[in-house]
């Protein structure tokens, strides 16, 4: 009986016991591509992470940092000060995703206008 993720089991995201389903989901998430494109530029603290992103409320920002940090793709690093400093940023994991990340985001800046304007044509 194969086990999740192991060798014999051949990488199918539409497997709902497949790992890469894991990564298609969290990719898929509301903020996680907005976190990263922010964090392309380097190191952020949350209140830096939160206004670039506009609009994400402290605890979805949180939860979502907290799952990418998880996940292995952003790195948290708290420095013993007063008060505490946070800082966040991408793993070397999370850097190896900006390409794919680069070319959604290129593709929903060329796209954005025509999307909308096939919403507001919708009847559906």
Not at 34 to 63: H, N, S, W, Y
Not at 77 to 85: F, N
Not at 99 to 109: F, Y
Request: charged share 25%; hydrophobic share 40%; aromatic share 4%.
């Amino acid at each position: 009986m194969d086990t999740v993720g192991s060798v014999d089991e051949v990488p199918d995201v539409f497997s709902p016991t497949c790992p890469s389903r894991l990564v298609v989901e969290r990719l898929g998430d509301k903020w996680t591509l907005l976190v990263l494109m922010a964090l392309r530029t380097g190191v952020l603290r949350f209140g830096e992470l939160r206004e670039k992103i506009g609009a994400v409320t402290p605890k979805v920002l949180t939860q979502t940092l907290r799952s990418l940090e998880r996940d292995g793709i952003v790195t948290r690093t708290v420095y013993a000060e007063v008060p505490p400093r946070v800082e966040y940023s991408l793993t070397g994991l999370g850097r190896s995703l900006l390409g794919p990340v680069d070319a959604i985001r290129a593709w929903s800046e060329a796209n954005g206008e025509r999307i909308v304007a096939a919403r507001e044509a919708s009847t559906v």
